[in-house]
């Protein structure tokens, strides 16, 4: 709701209860006005009229001395009752005469009479007559009356009238003040709004303008407000935030870059000796060596492949500060995933002595859609660190869905623990864990090694998917992972299927005798690329720089190009800009780029430039052999042998 709909919201309802209190209080004051006036006639009608009518015909009789003849004294008295009778006519006004001290009726004008209740009457002396007014009832009627006594004749004197003509005053003033009620609220309603649309929303929605500039382009930005008052005030804040924001931002940008620039020359040099070391030490293990040899050559493997994990956990954490870490969505069958994943690390859990166990539920005939690889990663890295801390003991990997699986895909949200019987986890240590470069005890990392980046990898990677990680842990008896995602899900009939054909099928064979150009300036990793590349069967021609490649190219007889990145003379994005330009059809060569560089926009731009796929350093074998197979499936690989 906007501010201005909130405000109206706001003063409305006050405005109408401001104003039924107030037209509540009129209108009891107009009806006690309405009621006094009514007594007032009633009672000027009873003193100056009634009551003079009688004594000026009792002061006839006296005057005439026939006040003791019973003849003339009634002729005198029906003289009176006519008058009244005239005076109902006139009036609407009824008036009763009767006894005194017995309450006989003499005379009235209303049909149905009966004695009126006047002790709660209000008394007065008009005229230094005492009279008694009020409301009573008669019969089903309630009435307005005023009476007084007449000593000489004994009479008791009444005036009344129905309270109708009370009840259509107070109506009318009821309705009069509904009226009013509701033109000022709509009045004051209609001001109101415009002087805080004018005072207030106005400003604001400028101000949220020039904040909405700046959250979307971090620029510094001028606001037209103008005054001395509160939100004048803010807009000038927001002018001076928003000129340090852009400054901010700007260094920002420049240090992420710089940090960027780092990283990825930092990768590229680290990861191009490694390479070497990797494929070196995989050749060596394929030679004939004693048993020291094989040990040192398989050691050295290990370290190689240690800082490869150390360089790849600090790319990951930086593509994920960077927001460079996107999500891919695909649909597989989770329970499968998770099956092959715990037969893939029972090697790593029988070298420790540790027995690994995996049941799922309701996961059954299930297609889960979200990122495989980010999910495949944290499982691992939670499966891994459990294993590494749990020697002859147990891991347990447990998965479900909270909501049962329906035919058609919805929203669901998964649920993963991975749970050991290892060595604990202080209570104060839990938090910190999933901090960076952080374990939970010094002595982790030189007895268990690591970097302290997996699990705060793992929960940043959980919380793009939607979830989180928690942890529960004693000292001594183990601890327990539970991670969660957001996921889509849906039940389909697996029987006679083949619902993950690529987890499930074997990797197809590449095609032996591919003419194979490899364009590397490094030497040492030329040898272990062509090496790598003779075991897949392919006839390697090396070259050493990006212009060596695109002129052989042209020559013809080429399958496929391995294109080194950085190269003297001509780089290999440049090269394959030339590649794709050629007139004949060596133009189409298939080029996959070789790259230390591990960023994905980076390789996003080797792919623009032409290649049509990046290999990322230090070079396996299965990688290489990937890169061809993608190709021949894509039927961009076809061997001129």
């Known amino acids: 709701m906007r501010i201005k709909s909130k405000l109206l919201a706001i003063y409305i309802p006050i405005l ?6 107030i037209g509540y209080w009129a209108y009891l004051t107009a009806y006690e006005s309405v009621r006094e006036r009514e007594y007032k006639l009633l009672t000027q009608t009873l003193s100056l009229t009634f009551v003079e009518l009688v004594e000026e015909r009792h002061k006839l009789l006296v005057d005439s001395g026939l006040e003791n003849v019973p003849m003339f004294r009634e002729a005198y008295q029906k003289e009176v009752f006519d008058e009244l009778d005239a005076l109902h006519l006139s009036t609407d006004k009824h008036f009763t005469v009767s006894e005194k001290s017995t309450g006989q009726l003499i005379y ?49 004197l009444t005036v009344s009238q129905t309270t109708d003509a009370l009840q259509t005053s107070l109506s009318n003033i009821a ?42 382009n971090h620029q510094g930005i001028s606001i037209d407000v103008k005054g001395t008052d509160e939100l ?26 710089a940090k960027t620039d780092f990283l990825a020359v930092m990768s590229h040099e680290i990861r191009t000796p490694l390479n070497g070391i990797q494929g070196l030490a995989t050749l060596l293990l394929d030679t004939e060596l004693n048993e020291k040899q094989k040990k040192y050559a398989t050691d050295l493997k290990a370290s190689a492949s240690i800082l490869a994990n150390v360089i790849n956990d600090v790319l990951d954490l930086s593509k994920i500060e960077s927001g460079m870490s996107e999500i891919d969505l695909i649909e597989f069958n989770l329970d499968s995933m998770l099956s092959d994943l715990v037969t893939l690390l029972g090697t790593n859990a029988s070298a420790n002595n540790t027995r690994l166990e995996y049941k799922s539920r309701n996961l059954d005939s299930v297609m889960v859609t979200s990122d495989l690889t980010k999910l495949r990663q944290i499982i691992i890295n939670l499966i891994s660190n459990a294993i590494k801390f749990t020697q002859q003991g147990t891991v347990s990997i447990s998965a479900k869905l909270k909501q049962v699986a329906q035919e058609e895909a919805q929203d669901n949200k998964l649920v993963i623990s991975v749970k050991d019987t290892g060595i604990g986890i202080e209570p104060d240590r839990l938090e910190s864990i999933f901090e960076k470069f952080t374990q939970s005890d010094s002595s982790i990392s030189r007895r268990y090694g690591g970097t302290g980046l997996g699990l705060a990898i793992a929960r940043e990677l959980a919380q793009l998917l939607g979830g989180d990680i928690k942890v529960s842990s004693k000292v001594g008896e183990g601890s327990c992972f539970t991670v969660t995602a957001n996921v889509r899900a849906r039940s389909v009939d697996l029987v006679g299927t083949n619902v993950d054909k690529e987890a499930c099928a074997a990797t197809p064979a590449v095609n032996h005798n591919l003419n194979v150009l490899l364009a590397e300036d490094n030497a040492i990793n030329a040898v272990v690329a062509q090496a790598l590349l003779e075991q897949l069967g392919c006839n390697v021609i090396h070259v050493d720089n990006g212009l060596k490649a695109s002129t052989r190219v042209l020559e013809g007889d080429i399958d496929v190009v391995f294109m080194d990145i950085h190269m003297p003379v001509m780089d290999g994005v440049e090269a394959t800009k030339r590649i794709r330009k050629l007139d004949s059809g060596a133009a189409s060569t298939p080029i996959i780029g070789l790259t230390a560089e591990a960023f994905k926009e980076r390789h996003d731009t080797f792919i623009e430039a032409g290649m049509n796929n990046v290999v990322t350093k230090p070079v396996t074998i299965e990688a290489l052999k990937e890169s061809l197979v993608k190709l021949e499936r894509e039927n961009t690989l076809t061997s001129s042998m």
């Open 108 to 156: 009235t004008s209303q049909q149905n009479w009966s004695p009126l209740d006047i002790s709660e009457a209000n008394r007065q002396t008009i005229n230094n007559k005492k009279v008694a007014f009020g409301e009573t009832t008669m019969g089903s009627e309630e009435i307005l009356f005023a009476c007084s006594e007449f000593s000489p004749w004994n009479w008791k």
């Open 232 to 257: 004048s005030e803010l807009a000038r804040d927001v002018e001076t935030m928003s000129a340090d924001i852009q400054e901010y931002v700007s260094r920002a940008q420049a240090a992420n870059k």
């Open 16 to 21: 109408l209860i401001g104003m039924t209190l």
């Open 175 to 216: 309705l009069l003040t509904i009226i009013i009620t509701l033109f000022a609220v709509a009045l004051v309603s209609v001001l109101m709004g415009s002087v805080t649309q004018h005072l207030v929303i106005t400003p604001i929605n400028k101000i949220k303008s020039a904040t909405s500039r700046i959250a979307k």
